[in-house]
C-alpha cells in the first residue's frame, strides 16, 4: 500500500502522517514533499505522482532514491539524455480515460522498450493509471478504465497500480499490486453518496474550538458582515474562534452545523476571518469556553463540505498552520 500524503498529508502534518501511518510506501506530488520526508529520515519508497517538473529534479531524485511517475514523452526524453550517479525506479502512468496526466495507451510498448534501454532507469518499472469516477458506485467508465489498463500492460513485466480510495473501497479489480489510497486512511469516505461511518472509518482529524462569547440579542438584529441573518426573536448567539483564516469555509451557510458541548447547533450569519457567530437557542446550558466541534469526531466533515459546497479534501487540505496542533493516541 502506498498512502498518498500529498498536500501536507492531506492537512494533517505531512511528517506525523508519515511516522503514524504504517505505509509500505508515500505518494506525494512533488519533489518538495518527498525531500521533507526524506531530510526527516523516512527511509520507504516514495513515488513523485506527477514525475519531475524539470531535468533538474533528477539528480537530487537519484541522490535520494526517489521513484518517478513518467506521465508524459517530454520526461522519457528528460531520462535519456539524464547522466545520473543511480538509476531512478519509474512508474510509467498511462492515460486510460481521465484525460488528466498519462501516455496514451498505444504508445506504451514503445515508451516502455525506450526506458529499458535508458540507463538512467532500473529495469524493474511499475505501471500505473488513475480513476476519473470511481467515486460514483455504477459508473461504467471505472470498467471502461480497467479495461484499457489491462490492455495497455498486457505482457509487460513490473508491478501495477490503479486504485485510490474509492477504488480500494468499492473496485476489488482495480488493486493490482499496489493501492494508493489517501483520503480514506484519514477517515473520510470517497464516495459522493456516503458518510465515513457506512464505510468503517474513522475520522482522524477533529477541528475544534472554544466558545469565546455569547450575547442575548433582540429580534430584528442582525449578524455578522453584511447582516445577512437576523435574530427571529430575542436569543442568545454565542462566537466561536475560528474563521476563514484558519481553514473554516467561508461560504459555508447559515445553518451549517457545528456541536457546541457535543451538541448541534446552527452557524448563522457569515464567516468572518477569525469567527464564525452561532444560534444558542437550543444550548441554555453553553458558557464562554465551552468547546465548538468544527468537524471530526461527532460531525463528519462530509457534512460541512455537503453544506459548504464543496468535498471534504479541501476542507482538509485548508486547515491553516496557525491552527493548534495536537495528535491524540
Ligand atoms: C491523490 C491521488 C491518490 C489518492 O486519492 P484519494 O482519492 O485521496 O484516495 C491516488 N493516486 C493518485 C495519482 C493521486 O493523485
Given at each position: 500500500m502506498a498512502a498518498a500524503v500529498k498536500a501536507d498529508g492531506y492537512g494533517h502534518g505531512l511528517l506525523w502522517v508519515a511516522r503514524t501511518l504504517n505505509a509500505d510506501a508515500f505518494a506525494v506530488a512533488c519533489i518538495e514533499e518527498a525531500l521533507i520526508l526524506r531530510e526527516a529520515g523516512v527511509s520507504r519508497p516514495i513515488l513523485l505522482l506527477e514525475g519531475v517538473f524539470a531535468a533538474a529534479e533528477l539528480p537530487l531524485c537519484a541522490h535520494h532514491g526517489l521513484e518517478i511517475a513518467i506521465h508524459h514523452p517530454e520526461q522519457v526524453r528528460m531520462l535519456e539524455t539524464a547522466r545520473l550517479k543511480r538509476p531512478l525506479r519509474v512508474w510509467l502512468k498511462i492515460d486510460t480515460g481521465m484525460h488528466r496526466l498519462g501516455l496514451e495507451p498505444e504508445t506504451v510498448p514503445a515508451m516502455f522498450q525506450r526506458l529499458r534501454?535508458?540507463?538512467?532507469?532500473?529495469?524493474?518499472?511499475?505501471?500505473?493509471?488513475?480513476?476519473?469516477?470511481?467515486d460514483e458506485r455504477d459508473c461504467k467508465d471505472t470498467l471502461r478504465q480497467l479495461n484499457v489498463f489491462e490492455t495497455a500492460t498486457n505482457g509487460l513485466p513490473g508491478e501495477r497500480s490503479l486504485a485510490n480510495s474509492a477504488g480500494v473501497l468499492g473496485w476489488p479489480q482495480t488493486h493490482f499490486d499496489w493501492v494508493r489510497p489517501g483520503i480514506m486512511l484519514y477517515g473520510v469516505s470517497p464516495f459522493v453518496d456516503s458518510l465515513a461511518s457506512d464505510e468503517s472509518l474513522q475520522p482522524v482529524m477533529t477541528f475544534h474550538t472554544r466558545l469565546i462569547s455569547i450575547k442575548r440579542l433582540r429580534r430584528g438584529e442582525p449578524i455578522g458582515y453584511g447582516g445577512t441573518w437576523i435574530c427571529p426573536e430575542d436569543m442568545d448567539v454565542g462566537v466561536a474562534a475560528v474563521g476563514y483564516g484558519d481553514g473554516y469555509p467561508r461560504h459555508a451557510p447559515s445553518g451549517t452545523p457545528v456541536l457546541v458541548n457535543g451538541r448541534e447547533a446552527s452557524l448563522v450569519g457569515r464567516v468572518s476571518m477569525d469567527m464564525i457567530t452561532l444560534d444558542l437557542r437550543q444550548h441554555p446550558e453553553a458558557r464562554i469556553g465551552?468547546?465548538?466541534?468544527?468537524?471530526?469526531?461527532?460531525?463528519?466533515?462530509e457534512r460541512i463540505a455537503e453544506a459548504a459546497g464543496t468535498i471534504a479534501?479541501?476542507?482538509?487540505?485548508?486547515?491553516?498552520?496557525?491552527v493548534r496542533w495536537e495528535a491524540v493516541g
Open positions: 534501454d535508458c540507463p538512467a532507469v532500473v529495469l524493474d518499472m511499475g505501471l500505473m493509471s488513475h480513476l476519473a469516477r470511481a465551552d468547546p465548538v466541534v468544527l468537524w471530526g469526531e461527532g460531525l463528519p466533515v479534501y479541501t476542507l482538509l487540505c485548508g486547515v491553516k498552520a496557525r
